[in-house]
Nanobody, 129 residues
């Protein structure tokens, strides 16, 4: 399976940006998909994700400005609003097989990057005036 993200760009503070991720070589019903980011000087952190049943989970610190949605059979998006300079970084899409998770616990993926089976290559988001 592979994941490919796109949509990274330069955006002004306060702006909005949408990233896209496509899962290929696998079935959406078999995976949880999630967005992570790595900003300068910090470890990679979970942002928001969606399960094989389209349940959405967003990390508390990201709620209100970031959200994930399913946009197609094997595609998801990350909608980012009210962007700040500290949101600058590389954003990754990732996939994890559903068989790894206890029932109802797939959200652990957003807090444990070690559960990821496949990472995308990342897309750069720069928030600057």
């Amino acid at each position: 399976v592979q994941v490919l993200e796109s949509g990274g760009d330069l955006v002004q503070p306060g702006g909005t940006l949408r990233l896209s991720c496509t899962l290929s070589g696998g079935d959406f019903d078999d995976y949880a998909l999630a967005w992570f980011r790595q900003v300068p000087g910090k470890e990679r952190e979970g942002v928001s994700g969606i399960s094989w049943s389209s349940t959405i989970y967003t990390v508390d610190s990201m709620k209100g400005r970031f959200t994930t949605a399913r946009t197609g059979q094997n595609t998801i998006s990350l909608e980012m609003n009210s962007l700040k300079s500290e949101d600058t970084g590389v954003y990754y899409c990732a996939a994890a097989r559903r068989t790894k998770f206890r029932p109802g616990q797939w959200w652990e993926l957003l807090h444990r990057p070690s559960l990821v089976d496949q990472w995308g290559q990342g897309t750069q988001v720069t928030v600057s005036s």
